[in-house]
Every structure is written in C-alpha cells, then in structure tokens.
C-alpha cells in the first residue's frame, strides 16, 4: 500500500473523470479494491491559449532551454543567475534529454544565456521549489541551490527527498548532498528517502543556522524540516502536519482533499513563520522560530458561498502563497484545471443542502442519461461487492438483486458505500438491479476515520460495466445523513448505515457545471480573513472552458519594495499577470501572453543591482520553452 501511496502523491494533482478539482485525489486515497490507479497529469496538458496581447509590460528577454513541451518546471534566482527544473518530460526514461536544474546568467537581462545544467539523480526529476539561498554558518559560507525530487520511473531505485548544491560559483556547482529526506524503515528498499513535492530553505543570521521545510509525498500531510547547516550532512530535526491541528480541520473545502502543497518562511517581526498551502485546508501559519519544535499559530477558512462563483461548497486548492513586503497582506493562488464540477443536493429530511460529491468517468455521463440533471429518491445496497460483508450469509449482491432491486423499492437511485470490491463491481450491481443512477460513499479509511466526513473519490475501472447507470461519489457523513443513521466511521463500512433495501432521502446531481478556473484571494495577514479576490475574467466564463488551455493561476510572488503592493502571477496559458492589492480590493493592472501563446510555471522578481531604482526585472519560467524575463511599467 505504501508503494501505491507513493504512485499518486508524486503528482499531487490527479482528477478523476469529471468529479472537478475538488474531487482531486488525495494521495494515499485510492486502495487496490477500487480498480487501477488513475493517470497522473501533475500540471494540466489541456491544448490551446488566449491570444496574444500585452498591456503595462515589457518582454525584457528570454531564452530557450527545452524543445520538450512540459520540459520547464520552477525558476529560482540569486545575483545575477537564474535556476530553472527540467521536468519529468524530460527524463530519459521519457524520452527526454535529462533532468536537473539550467543555470542561466541574466546579467544582461535583454540576453540571458545558459552558462551550467546541473543534473539530477538519472530517475529524479525537479518540480516545485527550485531556490537559492544564502547562508553563512561555521561549516558553509555562500550560496546553496536547492531542488526536489520526484521519481521519473516509480518501479525503478531513486533516491527521493531533495538535493543541495553549493552554487557560490554558478559556473562550478559542486554536490553537497542528495536523496535528503525523511528516510523512517517503512520506505521501499528501491527508495532513499520520501519523494518531495515542494521545498523552501532559510538562513537565520542570528543563530548561522539554515534549514529546509519540504512536503513528504509519501505522507501526504507532513511537514518536515530539515537542519542544513552542516550541508554536507542534513539532519531532520522536525515532523508535523495537519493531523496535529485541530484547529484546521473544519471547515474543509470541496471535496475535503488535504495534503501540503507549498510554503514560504518568513521573518515576520521577531518571529520566523511559514505560510503553508493546504490546499482544501487552506492556508496555514506555522512558528518555526525554533525549527525543531514547530508551533500551529492559525489557518484560513476559504469564505462561504464563494466569492466569486457564488457556490455554497467553495473550491478550495490551496496551492501556493506569499506575503506582501510589508507583512500585512498573504496572496494565495488556487490551482484549478477543471472549471466544472458535479453538483450535489440533499433534497429532503433533515440534512438538506449542498454536499460535496463527483462523478466517475467511465460511467455513462450523467448528462446522458439525464439531460436536466438527476433528481430522486435513494436506496441502501450495502457493499454491492460479490462477498458476504454483511456476514448474514448471502452475497450482498445477491442480496441486492433478491430485495432491493428498483422494480422491488421503486427509489431512483441505490447508495453503495466504498471498500472491499472494484468501484465497478458495485457500478455493475446497481445496474443489474435496475437503476439508471449509483452513488458510492467513501469509506471509513478513505474519510481518514472522520477527520474528513466529506471527503469522496471516484476511482477507476477495474472491471466491465453493463454502460446503463451514471454513477457518482459522495462523502461518507452525506451517504449516513441520506438514510438518518448518525455517521460512523469505525467498523465494518457495509453495515453501520442500514439494512439492505432501506428507502432514503431524495437526492440530485448534475454534472458539468461550470465553476470557473483557480484564481488568487487576498488574505489579512494577521487575521486570514480574506479581503478580495481575483479572476482573469476568462476564468470565470465557461465559453472558455475549453480549447484556451489551463486558465488556472499558479504560483504568486509579492513586489520585494518595502511598502509596494504589487503581486506577480504566473498562470499557465492566461500568461502573466500584475495586480495591485491593499486594504480593500486587489485589481489587475498588467499582463502579457506571447504570439503562440505561454505556459507559465514559476515566478521571481529582482532587482539585478543594488543600483536599480524602480519596478524588479521579474523571471517567469515557460514550461514548455525556458526563461522570460519582464518588467512592469504602469
């Protein structure tokens, strides 16, 4: 089961059929019963883009560092060099020409030009968290690069965890360290350390230590630190995670899927805070003033009904955020690749209302066989799997068909709950029983025994259907709150519900509503309490839902002037962006997109010199061509 962990958290963005990113998989979520594990596509791949334009921005220069689409990954700076991660299309096992980090020399920055590549492990590859940073302790004076890394080949040794190098001379790196990471016995003998999706280092001049906070891929909700001052010989010195705050657990956003995405260590008055995305948890604010004993300080509740959309279940993603210079403001970015989702009501008894839920792609569209959306009544079928779970000695199947079937119960729709069988199994028992419609509920284990009561997931296929029913998943508190039994999350999955054949609430779905791309909030800094947000207007209107490309924001990075609230954001195929923020409202006020097209990925501003007056040179990291480099000018 480890290894099946390891399989989905690498990418950290799976969506399965047309559930929506809120239904994105959790890693650690899908179980070997429930089918083979969907396909990872870690940062969207839809075709085509807006067209060109520009306003208040000029293309200061770029350069070409891959002819592989997909093959850039994040851009880190430091002086007058940029670091750029060659990503998983580039791996040799791919394809491609070989993973690890460009450096760029942008010191004239109307000509960048790559001067070194350092690479990484033959099957790592570098994503997120590309970084330089500087640091003086009594075992290291200069710069250190820092990179993650992810499998390119999962069934083949690779080291995982993250990789330091020391860069004070770009044009001779030199490797400090590699595979750091949270190395506990339970890792596969073909694996180092976890995997890392994300990293963020610091040095604190006040104690010449530096560290390392990086996302553990293979618990999907751990924080883990790391002490760098000797960088030649990390040490982890700390371990947490949401699991340890009760006071971020509730509420959730859609779907209720919880892992670390990203982070930034700050130096906010005397203390050092990390500001942590959560994704459907929201944002985090972490005390790592002593690394090793980090301390929960708050986190946000994404605002309801969204403020944007205006649905009662707000999207949730927490992908990425960065305070303003002057520490009073968090920008946050949500990472959306599906501007639909499906949309799900308790019609009837005392729990009606909106309740999270997705849909399976590999049943007929819901859309199909109900044109205006599904509306009835439900019916309890137990596990809907061929075994016995109910222990009364006949297959729950069996059981279904003998006493449940829809000519039997006349209800619209039978209710299964998640575990033991293939999602098609029990897909395949509901339409054997006569009904055009199925939910599956999660499982005990799926909704972390409770600590995410709506959490759902619709899996893959593991068998042949009959391609009668739509289907759908729901969370396992709405699957108990449809037949009034008190949600329970111990014990057998198949019979603390109801019994077999029990008529419950009436129930809807639709799928295919639009709810536009991931876009940008606006937090108070020391409240969370979010002041605004913001949409590229074609995100939030579905004539471009599809054929433009992602429309989703990525990354965000604030105006390093003290005192200048400027936001910089890099979103995929809606180009680059410029915003301005404050105590009332943020507004876009730049942006660029190429001829052809951009897919941007990552952001840095700087200023070159400590000469430069005025708006920061700001590098932008193409996916799919290498370095931009720009400057505002409104």
């Not at 109307?110 to 099957?123: I, L, Q, W």
């Not at 657990?249 to 805070?273: E, I």
């Not at 390093?560 to 943020?586: C, E, L, Q």
Request: charged share 15%; aromatic share 10%; net charge negative.
């Amino acid at each position: 089961m480890r290894r099946i962990l390891v399989l989905l958290a690498a990418a950290f963005g799976l969506t399965v059929g047309t559930a929506g990113a809120g239904a994105t998989v959790p890693p650690g979520a899908w179980d070997p019963a429930d089918g083979p594990a969907p396909a990872a596509e870690q940062h969207g791949g839809v075709g085509g883009h807006l067209p060109a334009s520009s306003e208040n921005v000029d293309l200061v220069g770029k350069v070409r560092l891959t002819n592989v689409a997909g093959g850039i990954s994040d851009v880190g700076v430091w002086g007058k060099y940029a670091y750029l991660g060659a990503f998983n299309p580039e791996c040799v096992s791919n394809g491609g020409a070989g993973t690890g980090v460009h450096i760029v020399d942008i010191s004239d920055p109307a000509h960048p030009t790559k001067v070194g590549f350092v690479p990484s492990d033959p099957n790592n590859y570098v994503g997120e968290g590309v970084q330089v940073i500087h640091a003086e302790t009594a075992f290291f004076q200069g710069e250190i690069l820092i990179h993650n890394n992810e499998p390119c080949d999962t069934s083949q040794p690779n080291l995982g965890g993250l990789g330091l190098w020391d860069v004070t001379n770009p044009l001779a790196p030199s490797l400090l360290s590699d595979g750091v990471g949270d190395n506990d016995p339970d890792k596969q003998p073909d694996q180092t350390a976890s995997h890392t999706h994300s990293t963020f280092g610091w040095w604190v001049p006040e104690t010449g230590r530096a560290y390392v906070m990086g996302t553990d891929n293979d618990e999907f909700t751990d924080v883990d630190i790391f002490d760098i001052t000797n960088p030649a010989a990390p040490v982890q010195i700390a371990e947490t995670g949401f699991n340890d705050w009760p006071d971020a657990q509730s509420p959730l956003a859609n779907g209720d899927t919880v892992f670390l995405h990203d982070m930034q260590v700050k130096k906010v008055g005397a203390r050092w805070l990390g500001v942590l995305s959560y994704w459907d948890a929201g944002w985090v604010i972490l005390d790592v003033t002593d690394p090793a004993n980090p301390v929960f300080v708050d986190d946000s509740n994404y605002p309801t009904p969204d403020p944007l959309t205006g649905f009662d279940i707000p999207e949730g993603n927490a992908h990425q955020a960065w305070w303003s210079s002057n520490n009073q403001f968090i920008i946050g970015t949500d990472e959306d690749f599906s501007p639909t989702r499906t949309s799900c009501d308790i019609e009837t008894g005392p729990n009606a209302g909106a309740t999270p839920c997705g849909e399976f792609g590999f049943s007929v569209p819901i859309g199909t066989n109900f044109p205006g959306g599904f509306s009835g009544t439900t019916v309890w079928g137990g596990s809907g799997c061929e075994e016995d779970l109910n222990g009364n000695g006949t297959s729950d199947r069996q059981e279904v068909l003998a006493s449940a079937t829809q000519a039997q119960t006349g209800a619209d729709a039978i209710v299964f709950t998640r575990g033991t069988c293939f999602f098609s199994i029990k897909i395949e028992t509901g339409e054997l029983a006569g009904y055009d419609m199925v939910f599956i509920g999660q499982s005990h284990a799926g909704s972390r025994d409770g600590l995410l009561p709506d959490g759902f997931l619709c899996g893959g296929q593991g068998s042949p259907v009959l391609g009668i029913a739509s289907a759908g998943c729901i969370g396992h508190r709405a699957m108990h709150q449809l037949f009034g039994s008190v949600p329970s999350y111990t014990g057998p999955n198949a019979v603390d519900v109801a019994p077999i054949g029990t008529v419950g609430e009436g129930l809807s779905a639709q799928g295919g509503v639009f709810d536009g791309w991931g876009y940008v909030h606006l937090l108070n800094a020391n409240t969370l309490e979010e002041i605004d947000a913001y949409a590229v207007p074609e995100g939030l209107d579905p004539a471009y839902a599809t054929g433009f490309g992602n429309l989703t924001i990525h990354e965000v990075q604030t105006d390093p002037r003290k005192n200048v609230n400027f936001a910089y954001f890099s979103y995929y195929d809606a180009g680059f962006r410029v915003a301005k923020f404050g105590k009332k409202r943020i507004e876009e006020v730049g942006h660029f997109i190429d001829e052809g097209g951009n897919d941007f990925w990552g952001i840095e501003p700087i200023q070159l010199n400590k000469t430069q007056t005025g708006a920061p040179h700001l590098l932008l990291s193409d996916r799919d061509f290498g370095l931009y480099i720009f400057r505002y000018t409104g």
